[in-house]
Structures are given as C-alpha cells and as structure tokens.
C-alpha cells in the first residue's frame, strides 16, 4: 500500500534516452497500466521503479520514502517478469517461498503464507513439482503467487500476459484483475496490448519514445485522445484522422472535409482559418445510402463481417477511413455511400502538433 | 500430358537416390573417423591385457585369445607408479579447483557486464594459447626454481590451471550466458543482494555445465606431460613418469602404462559428453 512518485525520471543507454524526463503519480492502491508500443520506455520505466535499473536523473519515491538510490531488496517491491522468471531447480513451493526464506520469516509462517498464496492461485496442487513440469499458465501463476507472498506495498507487473495463448490469456487476464481487486495492492502494469489496458487499469499512461503521451481513465483516454498517436494507438481498429479546415467567415464557420462542410457546430475558440485534423471512431461514424445536409461521400473499398458488426473501409477523397455499420447494411465494394459523423465525436488535432485543439461543442 | 508428367516423376527417384548416396557416404565418413579413434586404444588395450610375450607375437589376433593382468600389475607394481599417480590425482584436483575459482567468476563477468575491453579481453585470453608450452617451461622452471616451486606439486598444478584457464572461462561464460538475467533479477526483488543472487540462483543453475567443465581440467591435466616433465624432478605426475621412463623400458610396459593413462581420461569423457553436446550443440538450459 504506497503512493509512488516518479519524478522528472531520466534514463539513458549509450546514445539512446529511453526515459525522456518521465514524471507520474501513481496513486495508493490504484492500478496504473503503462501502455506503449515496443521501445517507448514502459519496460525501462517499470525496472527504474523495481531498481533494476537507476536512472540518470529524476527521483522515485515509493510511500513517500526516495529510494531512487535503494537497490530492489529494500523497496518493498515484488515484480512478474515477462518471461516470468520460475527458477527451474526450485520446486513451485520453493519458488513461492524463496522471498520469505531470504527474510528469514519463521517456518511455521512461513509454511502458511506459501500455501494461502498457492491457494489463491490455485496451484496449490503441484508444490512439489519443478517448473520444466507446468504449463505456461500454470508457470504464470507460479510467478504471481511468488510475488503477492511478500505482501510487497508495490506490485510491479511486465507484460504477465503475453506468453499465454489467445483464449488463456483472456481467462487470466479476468482471473488477474479480480485477484489484484481483492488484493488492492498499489500495481504496475505493462503491456502493449491496449484491450488489456482498457479493461484491468484503473488509469492508463501511454507512452510514446521516451515520454508520457497521456495519463487518463481508459474511457477518457479512448474518448478523448490527447494526440494523433495515442487515438491510433488505442482502439481496434484505431481512431480515424481525416484532413479538414475549419472556415470562418462573418462568425459563421464551418468544418469541412474535402470540400464537403460538416453538420457539426464549430467550437468557439476556433476562429478564421486553419487546416485541422478530425479524429473520430470508427462506431462513431453512420454509414447511410442517401446523401443528405452534412454528410461527406466515401467509396466502400474493402467490407469485412465481423459477426457484431460490418468494418467498412472506406476511402474520402485521397484518405482511408473506418467505418462500422450494422450487418444488415446493403452494401457492395465500390458502392458510394455517405458518412455522417455522429455530433460530440468527433475531436479537432492541430494538422501540424498533432495534438488535441478541441472537441466538438 | 505424359510428356509433362515423366521429368516429375523421375525426379524424386533421382533426388533419393542421391539422398542415399549421401547418407552411405556419411556413414563412411563416420565409420572411418572412429576406427581411426578407437583401434589404437583397443590394440592398446589388448597388449595391456595379454601376456609378456603375446605382445611380441605377429601377426596380431584382433580378439585377444589370452587374458592376462599380469602386465598390469607388473606395470602398477612399478618403483614410483603408485606415488606418481597420486601426485597425478593432486596436481589434477588443484589445477580443477584453481581454474574454477579463477574462471567461473571470469566467464560470469564476460556473460553479465559489459566493459570496456571487453571483447578484446576474449581474444587476449585465447592468444594466451598462442604460446607454446615449450617456450614457456625454460623461463617458467627458472622462475620456479626462484620462487620455491620447483619440483613441487603446486608448480605443475599452477601450470596446468594456466592451460586450462582460456577454455574454463570461454566455457564458463557460454554457460552462465545460458541462465537467464531475469532468473537473478527476480532473486534480487525477491530480497538477495548480488551475491547472494549469483550463489543461490545463477551458480545452482550453472553447476552441471561448471562440473563438465572442471573434469574437464582435470583430464587435461591428467594428460599433460611437457610442463610436467620440466617442472618436476623427483615428484612426477604420471605422464612424466611414463615418458621419462619410456626409453629404458619393455614394450609391455609401455603399453601398460599408456592404458593406465587414457583409461580414467576416457571414463571422465564419458561422464561429462552429455554437458559438452549440451554446451556446443544448443544453449544450457
């Protein structure tokens, strides 16, 4: 149970900054996902927080104690590895009890903790057996039960997930989240896969090369991306961006896309002329056969059931975008149809930035 | 259509039967290389355990029709055989645990860190066996003689842990880069500092591999006669015992001591076979 406090978190291999001065709170009990595609940082940052790592610059503060200069064993921490790290010539009962050994706690504690943590992830079963006899779920769980036996105040998680199979991982990732729920330590989790970041983390901070692109609830960090990056990060298939221009003229302005104006009102603080960028979500888009005041023509150039919904793409002017409608949609590959985007979704970036102008009023 | 067909259906026969062709090949190949391995040791061997004057019978039987260990213990009962086996079995031990100590952490280091100079450190440590034994022993006795190490045990188990040194730590690091690094992180948020990381986690994980290595050592030194011949006068290790003795005695006797000599290295190559495929073929797990 801890509150951590990075700091300004710089970390530096050779010529590479890997940790681009990276501050986050991450607050008592929360579950905090750090998201990001491959060689963002999220892995470095984690193993800075563990001790694995000591940053070049910045401070990390786990419960308000600094340990930025502390090495793993005195922070209190206890960490699942990608690979899950089992020691192969332990038994799953050494495994589990390794750490509470090395704390010298007494046998008849000892012995109890180990098994309630067996229990708990139900592998109470195969104590005696060596880590070359488990499955790669039951390794896992192994690596899980060795952590949440130090009762550690921080819960450090790399990419758990990823080396199970499709249909397993789903399973864990339910049994995970209802396990760190029950547990309520301070986690923090990494991954690259942002369906696991939307439905365990209580925030999310997407990470992009070195530097924290946003930090929000995963509804807020969906509906409201922050960048370019990180609405095509998240969202499957990811946010569209369409070039468009926000014309005023007399204080009646418009939203135009490929000549095309918007039935959208045009916040205030956008004022004259400037070329834009409109995110929007594919489910947020209606697909319909008849033009109509607003809406902006597309030619259907792929169509892909996916059994709850048609996936549209569709091409706008010289842009590709996604487009979901419903299954019974008549439509045909090289069929015009005409987009209407629905009002309070869509979101304006700046065409040069990148980044969130604004949302629509 | 039967034109098209008739290429296609010749072509497998043809590629199979060079398939064959070189699999014969290879099992000549194989065949060859052994006999030329094993029949100087089965012939020694055999003349080891027949009697005296079988040994000067032509031609050979390939089987042996009289079994005798008369040579052999006319071989063991030797003047200074026994006493020079044991200097044998001591010089061996210390020349295995001095390459240990020396090299297991060495391999760690070069499988862990990355240093400055570090790779040109590999090929420094291979070049020490550029030099050959015999330019090195003159200067080496004489520095010896200075030191106090002539003629004693310590001496030729010191020369025999330098020659062992570049394959002990080149193995060793091959095998300690076969643990994986997140084994020993995970033992350091688990509570261990470094140390206790490496004994508990990564040397436990190591051992076989170090095992296969340090017999290793000792046959090398079980073998080595040059520094050992040089180095000592009085207290011999086997091998120079045999050789010094080599010209003044019987054929009988030489063919006993030289089965006496390669059988123990044979038995010890048998035992750690398994950790050198291992360590070579595919990565330590």
Known sequence: MAEIRIDSVRKVFGKFTALKDVSLTIHDREFMVLLGPSGCGKTTLLRCIAGLEYPERGRILIGGRDVTDEPPRRRQIAMVFQSYAVFPHLTVYD??????????????????????AAELMQIGHLAERYPAQLSGGQRQRVAVARA?????????????????????????????????????????????DQVEAMSMGDRIAVMQAGEIAQ??????????????????FIGSPPM????????????????TVGGHALNVPVPAKLTGQRDVLLGI???????????????????????????????????????????????DFPVA???????????????????????????DA | MTTAEMPLNIEPAQRSRRRTLSRIGLYAGIVVLTLFMIVPIYLIAVAAFSPRDAIYTYPKSVIPNQFSAETMQFFVGSRGVLDATRNSVIVGVLALLLSMLIGAPAGYALARFIFPGRDSFKMLILT???????????????????????DTLWGVALAHTALALPVTILVSSSIFMGV??????????????????????????????????AIFTFVLSWNEVFAATILTLRNRTLPALVMSQLNDSPLYFRFAGGFFLVFPALIFIFIIRKYLLGMWGQVVK
Request: aromatic residues 6%; proline residues 6%; neutral net charge.
């Open chain 1, 95 to 116: 495994n589990i009890a390794f750490g509470l050994r090395m704390q010298k706690t007494p046998a008849d504690t000892l012995k109890r903790r180990v098994d309630r």
């Open chain 1, 148 to 192: 949440l036996v130090m009762e550690p105040a921080v819960l450090l998680m790399d990419e758990p997930l990823s080396n199970l199979d499709a249909l397993l991982r789903l399973q864990a990732r339910a049994e995970l989240k209802r396990l760190l729920q029950e547990v309520q330590t301070t986690t923090v989790y990494v991954t690259h």
């Open chain 1, 215 to 232: 930090v929000d609830v995963p509804t807020q960090v969906y509906d409201d991306p922050m960048n370019t990056f990180v609405g095509g």
């Open chain 1, 240 to 255: 569209n961006f369409l070039k468009g221009m926000v014309q005023g003229s007399n204080g009646a302005s418009a939203i």
């Open chain 1, 281 to 327: 979500r594919a489910e947020s888009i209606e697909a319909i056969k008849e033009p109509q005041p607003g809406s902006v023509p597309a030619r259907v150039l792929v169509i892909e059931p996916l059994g709850s919904h048609l996936l549209l793409t569709v091409q706008v002017g010289d842009e590709l975008a996604k487009v979901a409608t419903r299954t």
């Open chain 1, 333 to 359: 590959p090289d069929d015009t149809v005409y987009l209407q985007p629905e009002a309070g979704k869509i979101r304006l970036y700046d065409a040069q930035s990148k980044t969130l102008v604004t949302r």
């Open chain 2, 128 to 150: 020490t066996r550029a030099f050959p034994i015999v330019i090195l022993s003159i200067p080496l006795a004489v520095n010896f003689i200075q030191w106090g190490l002539y």
């Open chain 2, 180 to 213: 994986s690094r997140e084994l020993e992180e995970a033992a350091l948020t688990l509570g261990c500092n470094r140390l206790q990381a490496f004994m508990r986690v990564a040397l436990p994980l190591a051992l076989p591999g170090l095992a296969a290595s």
